[in-house]
């Protein structure tokens, strides 16, 4: 029986440096879209998923994000005094039950490999998820889940991946692909942030994996790779070489990157179009200023 992935580890220890002056004193995490922080999609992905452990990889200055898992019980009280239940609902669901989440602290930032083994000994010797926060994945089926399903078939290492144009494929780790069946590719090798033309494919790695213990392993043995930071993509790839299967997932739904501006932005107007409340004024809006281009 293959062990189920019930811990997932948090890297949110970046400087977030393309969202300043706002990370100057805002983790990018707790940056909103609509009405809730970025976190917030994640853990409830994660739950979709069964994850019951949530370990997060900090850093200075990352105070808002602990706090935010905090209860509230002031404002539940007020809350149930003025009768506003629905409020009282949407804030509970954000509660953690104790010792569910850890925290733990990368001192430097020394790239997601390195924030990754700084959880080793709360992952032990079990598979485990790693989820960007920054990566937001609208989808009928979360994300996550959808690769836990395809992991309880496939066992080994799981990365999520999707198509990604040229002109953007070295932002990325980049599959090399042996065989292709469905959703699933089987991959040979990973290249983190080729040159356009010597990309292996066109299918990047986004925020979610589904990790054996193995990869931690590799990473105790890494030096900096790409960028000269420690690269998740190296230490992944390096088990596909000890003959540790690794697999791409094409996932069903749209990613937005948070983590960049523009991202973000669209994200904003694609989750505000999904919530009913919302929707007809920003669609309103969003016809008045196409008709206006000075808007
Ligand atoms: P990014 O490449 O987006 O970096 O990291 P960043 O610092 O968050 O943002 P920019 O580029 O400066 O604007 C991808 C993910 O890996 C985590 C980040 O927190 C983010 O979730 N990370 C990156 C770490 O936890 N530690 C690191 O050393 C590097």
């Known amino acids: 029986m293959r062990k189920k992935v019930t811990k997932a580890i948090f890297p949110v220890a970046g400087m977030g440096t393309r969202f300043l002056p706002a990370t100057k004193s805002v983790p ?11 976190v917030q999609y994640a853990i409830d992905e994660a739950r979709a998923a069964g994850i019951k452990e949530f370990i997060f990889v900090t850093s200075r200055g ?6 935010y898992f905090d209860h509230a019980p002031q404002l539940e009280q ?8 629905e409020l009282l609902e949407t804030l509970k669901s954000t509660n953690m039950e104790s010792g569910a989440i850890a925290y733990i602290r990368q001192h430097k930032a020394l ?17 485990f998820a790693v989820m960007l926060p920054d990566d937001v994945i609208a989808a009928e089926k979360p994300c996550l889940q959808q690769m836990v399903e395809a992991y309880a078939e496939t066992g080994g290492n799981m990365v999520a991946a999707m198509e990604v144009a ?3 494929i070295s932002s990325y780790g980049v599959l090399d692909i042996s065989e292709e069946e469905g959703q699933l590719v089987k ?63 094409r996932f069903r739904g749209k990613r937005f990157d948070c983590g ?29 200023i196409s008709l206006d281009e000075n808007a």
């Open 187 to 249: 991959v040979k090798g990973m290249v983190e942030k080729p040159e356009a033309a010597k990309a292996p494919s066109n299918l990047a790695v986004i925020g979610r994996y589904i990790l054996s213990p193995s990869v931690l392993q590799n990473l105790n043995q890494m030096k900096s790779g790409s960028g000269g930071e420690i690269q998740l993509t190296d230490a992944i790839a390096k088990d596909i070489e000890q003959d540790n299967n690794v697999y791409g997932f």
């Open 62 to 67: 990352k105070g808002a994000l602990e706090d």
């Open 78 to 85: 007020e809350l149930r005094k003025k009768g506003k239940t």
């Open 111 to 127: 790239g997601l490999g390195h924030a990754v083994w700084c959880a080793r000994r709360l992952i032990g010797n079990e598979p």
């Open 28 to 38: 990018k995490e707790i940056m909103t879209l609509v009405d809730r922080p970025l």
């Open 166 to 168: 040229p002109e953007n």
């Open 260 to 288: 960049s501006k523009s991202g973000f932005l669209q994200a904003t107007v694609s989750f505000g179009l999904a919530r009913e409340e919302l929707r007809d004024d920003l669609r309103s809006y969003l016809r008045s």
